[in-house]
DNA sequence: CGAGATTACTACACACCGTTCAGAGTTGGC
DNA sequence: GCCAACTCTGAACGGTGTGTAGTAATCTCG
């Protein structure tokens, strides 16, 4: 490999793991997270299922290289949102992302369940990883959210209550590093905000809002619109 | 079983129903949802795992009794809850509705991911069942909440944009036969509570408070005291 | 009370699953 | 060209849910 090209087995190398990942995919997409097997996997490939393990060490590990995944597109759909936003107008960005998150969760119901609700059967999601880097570039993303309307948004409502120490070490120095400005009730508010668009997400994702109402979307609107009213984002 | 005594058999299935029931919902306790196993659960009652079979008729039937108790406990919990608040203090009976869902999800995660997550691998809850049931409980319990806070919020928000026809029929049968008076902006209102309070719950369950915040509940009550101002309970 | 239907259970079989392991074949670096 | 690293096979182990046949106990009803 000491060429500037990969050398031919670590190109199929690569060919392959994206491969075993896109299959996982599309398996999950037409049966839930619960449906990635590996012998399906391998079936489908061509192979026997001891051969995945060539790749990835274990299903769970396959599984948390798709969560790693699945965070870094969210992430860029996310982001892409703020720049649809002029700099100057917190309240239409806080509904981009809003929106843009609403939008990407209908549209891959499983992935927002493998990130957010039990990923599979016995998976337990390891301390640290890819995924909690990539989810770090979501918190990011929801921190400039709140940074961005934390002027207006500061007005209306009051600071106290909240204090460094009350955050994880991780949380603080990246948010200190990234918005040297914002005190800590703003990634309080931070941490709110993102809870009230989970929220009904959540409740949709999983069906619960089926049996109780037609059109989730336009409670989702509402919910949002409220949300900015009650930061004082708009008259 | 003419008498008014149930006969032996009746009783003695009543006695294994509950006990196959009762250890699943243990093995669940020990390692969440997805370790609910037939097999297990015969093993441990020195039975195979075919004589399930005579008590539910799959897996999936066995998860949805689960999930119907479960939602009937939550339900109890939740309607204890209004009953600590008096009638004309709405804004201590959504708190208090508020802590009692927290306090339960929090000391029975498992439970909470049966009924708002993947409740298990490949488990599809059926259309109408007892589950559907049990909802109805949650369902007419936060109902009441919002009924109750109605009068003082209606005051606080416009309650333009909802028809009775944005809802389902279940849901718009029960709370016009509950709550006659109630518009159906009150009925949206009251769904967009419920996820206000879900939102931070679920993202606490599922872990992804974890490495945010040092105390989870500290944030709950700030939101949750958030909510009622905005309700316009509170001056 | 006693024949017949219903129920509870075992034992076994089937088709999956993740994981491991010895070995065969291939590739790549030295 | 040699030897190490890698990729894959095929079989095995233990686990799962789910059916089916047969047996024994229990209940119902004439």
Redesign the pocket.
């Known amino acids: ?2 060429d500037a090209t990969q ?3 670590a190109r199929l ?1 690569a060919e ?1 793991t994206s491969e075993i990942k896109a299959i996982a995919l599309r398996h999950m997409a037409a049966g839930g997270p619960a449906s ?5 996997i ?1 079936r489908e490939m ?6 995945i ?3 990835f060490g ?3 590990d396959l599984i948390t290289a798709l969560t790693a995944d699945v965070y870094d597109s969210l992430a860029d759909v996310l982001e892409a949102s703020h720049r649809t936003a002029p700099d100057d107008a917190p309240h239409e960005r806080v509904l981009a992302h809003a929106r843009a998150y609403r939008t990407w969760a209908i549209a891959h119901p499983d992935e927002f369940r493998l990130i957010y609700g039990d990923p599979v059967p016995g998976y337990e999601a390891p301390e640290d990883g890819p995924a909690q880097e990539a989810e770090h570039r979501l918190c990011a993303a929801l921190l400039g959210l709140v940074a961005a309307a934390w002027p207006q948004a500061a007005a209306a409502r009051e600071q106290g209550g909240y204090e460094w120490t009350d955050f994880q070490p991780g949380l603080v120095a990246m948010a200190r590093s990234t918005f040297p400005d914002l005190p800590p009730a703003a990634v309080a508010l931070c941490l709110r905000v993102w809870s009230r668009m989970h929220g009904l997400l959540a409740l949709e994702v999983y069906g619960h809002l089926r049996h109780q109402v037609h059109d989730p979307e336009k409670l989702y609107e509402a919910d949002m619109l409220d949300l900015i009213r009650s930061l004082g984002l708009v008259a």
């Open positions: 490999m000491g050398s031919r087995r190398r392959a990635i097997s590996l012998r399906a391998a061509g192979m026997t299922a001891g051969a393990y060539s790749y274990s299903r769970d």
